[in-house]
């Protein structure tokens, strides 16, 4: 089956840095996303990996093994407005969607 | 990125009614939408894809008849909650996929609340 595990939750501090992880085991690989999602509001697209390596774009930076299935989510200079679920999503061969179950981020001061 | 517009964001109900929610891709087309529903606490989970011009694909347990979708433009996608009960009541999430070469980025609507009383 298809399957994508990322932590439930993970605490951070204001200012600091951290990682959520991300594996999966999917029919195909066409890309993978990472979503933020705010309480009570809808997702946002963060990033798109489908080549090996670290993308870039401010703040935040997603890195991207396919040999191992791996990805990661690194958030720097913590705010406290990034205390949100953040969501990893693989395209599979179909270019359908799977999603994680979503890891829920707590700032702390 | 693209934008995708979605209502309305909450709706209150009587059971027994029926409740439409649109959703639009407002600079782009979209060819394909998703319909999303997220009970408080926990993941996403898709209804159905929504294909422009053609029936909708619904996802195992989701009844077609009760959720009925059409989309019948390259920018607009309705689902209809008929016979509304409490139970139905969730966050109602849409999506529109934007094709960019050869990534497909699926962008979301703010959601619709539905409250049925």
């Known amino acids: 089956g298809q399957n994508i595990d990322q932590p439930t939750e993970m605490t951070a501090t204001e200012g600091a840095i951290v990682q959520i992880n991300c594996t999966y085991q999917?029919?195909?690989?066409?890309?993978l996303f990472w979503y933020q999602q705010h309480a009570g509001e809808a997702p946002t697209f963060l990033s798109y990996n489908v080549l090996d390596g670290l993308e870039e774009k401010g703040r935040f930076s997603s890195f991207l093994s396919r040999s191992k299935g791996y990805s990661y989510l690194l958030l720097k200079e913590l705010q406290m407005k990034d205390s949100a679920s953040y969501l990893c999503?693989?395209?599979?061969?179909?270019?359908?969607?799977?999603w994680g179950a979503g890891t829920k981020l707590i700032i702390k001061p | 990125g693209a934008v995708v517009s979605q209502h309305p964001s909450w709706v209150i109900c009587k059971s027994g009614t029926s409740v439409k929610i649109e959703c639009r891709s407002l600079d782009f087309q979209a060819t394909t939408m998703f319909w999303y529903r997220q009970f408080p606490k926990q993941s996403l989970m898709l209804m159905a894809t929504s294909n422009e011009g053609s029936k909708a694909t619904y996802e195992q347990g989701v009844e077609k008849d009760k959720f009925l979708i059409n989309h019948a433009s390259l920018t607009l996608s309705t689902l209809t909650v008929t016979s509304a009960h409490p139970e139905d009541s969730s966050f109602y999430i849409c999506?529109?996929?934007?094709?960019?070469?050869?990534?497909?980025?699926?962008?979301f609507g703010a959601g619709t609340r539905l409250s049925v009383l």
């Open positions: 999503a693989v395209t599979d061969s179909n270019y359908q969607l799977i």
């Open positions: 999506s529109a996929r934007e094709l960019a070469g050869e990534v497909n980025i699926q962008y």
């Open positions: 999917t029919s195909g690989f066409n890309g």
